[in-house]
């Protein structure tokens, strides 16, 4: 009885619709990669500012995404991966989202200011707008490299982190950010490999569609061998010790595995691309893990 009452309820079922806007998964993978730029770093912060300048990083993430589900809803609901989405399902609707998202965005930027800095916050808007404008308004259906180019976005945080805790930019947190930005095309290249249908439907020039499947494995598995020399960076610059280094290379050379299945796959590459999607996000996580576990035993 009390599942009905909460299903039928709107306010629940509105505010979790702009929850599910904010894009959750992909926030809490922000704030911790935020969190490592911010603990690796070598000055301190008081909790209290710490925890507010988190937040308000995380809400400026969730506003990217209710801007990017606002601009793509009528796409969102061509395609099977999103059509559940909070505004082709009616949870939220356009206007609802965009007023939400340009609010989100302009508390969550004059919060970082106030309780960071004025670079974080300069560094959180280009993020945004990043995300928004270039990526999801005019890289996305206009180009394959959309996500190449685009994946700049995703790579931020750690450099915003950085700059919570230090007010300065360093080249310690510009690896961090060349790491995700080269791990971003061979994770959602992957992606695009099993949903080619759903970005076709969309007409959304992805890799696969535009170039075929074929020159799709080739840049996978060169992006992965990049993304493996570029991990290896921190160790060669003396950021980061033995533990990263063993770690990473492991990580990293299993990734370049599994990208070359796919490469040398004949016909059965939507399992192979499945598991090079799911493996990379794991990837990610542990790979920055890693580096938090070093720095502090070092």
């Known amino acids: 009885m009390q599942n009905t009452i909460t299903k039928e309820n709107p306010s629940i079922l509105f505010i979790n619709g702009l929850f599910q806007l904010m894009k959750p998964r992909v926030m809490s993978l922000v704030i911790f990669t935020c969190v490592v730029g911010m603990l690796i770093a070598p000055n301190e912060i008081n909790f209290i500012n710490a925890s507010v300048s988190l937040i308000a990083v995380a809400f400026g993430a969730g506003a990217a995404g209710t801007l990017n589900m606002w601009y793509e809803a009528e796409i969102d609901a061509l395609m099977t991966r999103t059509c559940l989405r909070p505004i082709p399902t009616g949870k939220v609707t356009k206007n609802q989202a965009f007023v939400f998202g340009i609010l989100t965005s302009f508390i969550s930027i004059v919060v970082l200011y106030f309780f960071s800095n004025l670079l974080s916050a300069i560094i959180l808007t280009i993020t945004i707008f990043f995300y928004v404008v270039i990526y999801t308004m005019w890289l996305k259906t206009r180009t394959a490299q959309n996500i190449v180019i685009g994946g700049a976005a995703g790579a931020f945080p750690p450099i915003i982190g950085w700059t919570i805790t230090t007010n300065y930019i360093s080249f310690e947190p510009i690896i961090l950010f060349l790491i995700i930005f080269f791990w971003t095309p061979s994770h959602f290249w992957a992606l695009s490999l099993f949903k080619t249908e759903d970005y076709s439907n969309a007409k959304i020039p992805m890799l696969p569609v535009v170039s ?72 990610l996580f542990l790979i920055f893990s890693i580096i938090l576990i070093d720095n502090i035993i070092i």
């Not at 060169?222 to 991990?231: A, E, G, K, P």
């Not at 990263?244 to 990293?252: P, V």
């Not at 595995?257 to 999607?277: A, M, P, R, W």
């Open 212 to 283: 075929g499947i074929k020159t799709t494995k080739i840049n996978i598995f060169v992006y992965s061998v990049v993304l493996l020399i570029i991990s290896m960076l921190p160790v060669y610059l003396g950021y980061f010790g033995m533990l990263y280094f063993i770690s990473s290379a492991l990580l990293g050379i299993y990734y370049v595995f599994l990208c070359y299945k796919l490469l040398i796959s004949s016909g059965d590459y939507y399992k192979i691309s499945k598991k090079i999607f799911f493996y990379s996000i794991l990837y």
